[in-house]
């Protein structure tokens, strides 16, 4: 039996994980929104990327990533820094407009292929309108892609990044989505979403 990528269906899977109290922890911490709607044309699913500016100092600088960022001391949960997060990266209120599927493991940060004391959980959201509010980007986000879940999940957009590290060139796995590439930690998000989808 096939996996179906459709909103209902995937809504319907995440529904299965137990909701993860958050522990104490003296590494720094951060969240992200891997947000998902149905298409107007079409049933599979999508998720909303953004692509990072071109910053000096930034270690993801350029790659594609959820909307999302460093938990700050005055917010009360890592479920609220996804939301002041995207509201702030790209002006979506998802109190207002999103819808809470499920909270993903936490992930630790690796920069330049070293861990660098922090964690990250992904929070998932759905948007039942199609068009949500136009998005706002602040001076942290270059650009917003949907893309299609069902191509990355069953494998067709399957990658490889050529990443330079120390002068090795690694090849890293990688999903193509529309010229751009999705590597890295949003790569082993999105696996991590996957995994969950097809488990029986």
Known sequence: MSTSYDLAAIASR???LDLVSEAATTERQAAV???LRTPREGNEAEVLLIRRSERQGDPWSGQMAFPGGRREPADPSLYYTALRET???IGLD??????FLARLADLPAVARA???G???TPFVFALDDPDPPPFTLSAEV???VWAPIGPMARGQSASKYAYNHEGNVLDMPAFAVEQRIVWGLTYRMLEMLFEVLHQR
Not at 94 to 99: E, F, I, K, S, T
């Open 14 to 16: 995440l529904a299965i």
């Open 33 to 35: 929104a891997a947000i």
């Open 87 to 89: 509201e702030e990266e």
């Open 94 to 99: 998802l109190a207002q407009h999103g819808r």
């Open 114 to 116: 070293r861990r660098v």
């Open 118 to 120: 922090m964690n990250i």
């Open 142 to 144: 270059a650009e917003v």
